[in-house]
């Protein structure tokens, strides 16, 4: 069983950044790819970006549109997504997730899922 905690989201001005965080403890992370979604209230969930289990592989979503970027520790179990350029279109809350298989991460499907880390961008 893999347990994730996100971190890193606050209150944030338009333009500004921030790095997310998503420690994991338990199981087999270091084998599970791993992907961060977001969601605003009353909008469904967003895929926002995704690295494989090696960390050389990542995909993103329209919504990351080149500002955000995803990486992991290559030892270590977390993951990061540093969020770049904000606007208060980004307002949400930012999940990480983590699946042996990468094609239902990418799809929307986990194993595993933390709670969410709450970034509001001002403007």
């Known amino acids: 069983q893999v347990h994730l905690v996100e971190s890193g989201g606050g209150l944030v001005q338009a333009g500004g950044s921030l790095r997310l965080s998503c420690a994991a403890s338990g199981g087999e992370f270091t084998d599970c790819n791993a992907a961060w979604f977001r969601q605003a209230p009353g909008k469904n969930r967003e895929f926002v970006a995704a690295?494989?289990?090696?960390?050389?592989?990542?995909t993103y979503g329209d919504v990351a549109q080149g500002r955000f970027m995803i990486s992991r520790a290559r030892a270590g179990n977390t993951v990061w997504l540093r969020l770049s350029d904000l606007e208060p279109e980004d307002t949400a809350t930012y999940f990480c997730a983590a699946d042996l298989n990468w094609g239902r991460i990418v799809g929307g499907i986990a194993d595993y899922w933390g709670q969410g880390t709450q970034v509001t961008v001002s403007s």
């Open positions: 690295i494989d289990w090696s960390g050389t592989g990542t």
